[in-house]
């Protein structure tokens, strides 16, 4: 197999304890609901300029969500099923958050993911095409290979993936980087699909009937009325 050069391999290589700290960051901010602007759109819009940091970061989330080709030549979208996935769900708008501080790390991270994937395809003989980068370049069944032994319970570097992986799933799921009225006026592609339920007339969402059918316990008596805990 002729070697693979990947334009971002210029960029030095991924500071994971950088990466990390963001990643727990990130996780700490989703775990609390906190969402302070950590970084500016100038900075987000700059860290996936390059057009192989965004392809990569989209074969990722195709990966884990797979959804259908933009179009004929779509290298990223890998087109395993019919209807949206993750891509057309915003998961890069998701990742570039300037309420999250990851955009300025992901060129680093789509350097480690494509090496990965050139030791992958090294190892199984597979020809990678010298316009792409690596990952995007594997067929989607040896993708999601891959991708199955990162987040292995010894991979060193799971921590990174399970970040991703889980703001993957909230850009289809939540449409996490749109307001939530402004996503279903729009027709948001996950939440569409999902058939995620509108607001009332005033933009509340209420849950009249429960979930399986019975009350699980009594409403505490100090609940407000907007239903939080006192």
């Known amino acids: 197999m002729p070697p693979h050069r990947d334009p971002s391999s210029a960029l030095s290589p991924p500071t994971r304890r950088a990466i990390l700290t963001a990643l727990t960051t990130t996780a700490a901010l989703l775990t609390a609901g906190q969402f302070p602007a950590i970084a500016s759109q100038a900075t987000a819009a700059e860290a996936m300029s390059a057009g192989w940091t965004v392809q990569t970061m989209e074969a990722f989330a195709d990966t884990l969500i797979p959804g259908e080709r933009r179009s004929a030549d779509d290298r990223a979208i890998a087109g395993a099923v019919t209807g949206p996935g993750a891509v057309q769900a915003g998961v890069v708008q998701t990742l570039t958050s300037p309420e999250l501080p990851l955009a300025p790390l992901l060129p680093e991270i789509a350097v480690l993911l494509n090496a990965r994937a050139i030791a ?22 040896h993708r999601t290979t891959l991708l199955r032994t990162l987040f292995d319970a010894d991979e060193p570097d799971r921590a990174i993936w399970q970040v991703l992986g889980l703001l993957t799933g909230l850009a289809f799921d939540t449409a996490a980087h749109l307001d939530t009225r402004h996503a279903l006026d729009t027709h948001h592609p996950g939440l569409t699909w999902l058939d995620f339920p509108r607001p009332d007339a005033d933009g509340l969402w209420r849950f009249p009937h429960y979930s399986y059918g019975t009350a ?11 239903g939080s805990p006192a």
Not at 120 to 129: E, G
Not at 216 to 226: D, G, I, K, N
């Open 120 to 141: 992958y395809a090294t190892l199984h003989l597979i020809l990678l095409p010298p316009t792409a980068p690596a990952f995007v370049g594997l067929p989607f069944r």
């Open 216 to 226: 699980l316990a009594a409403e505490h008596p100090a609940t407000t009325p907007s």
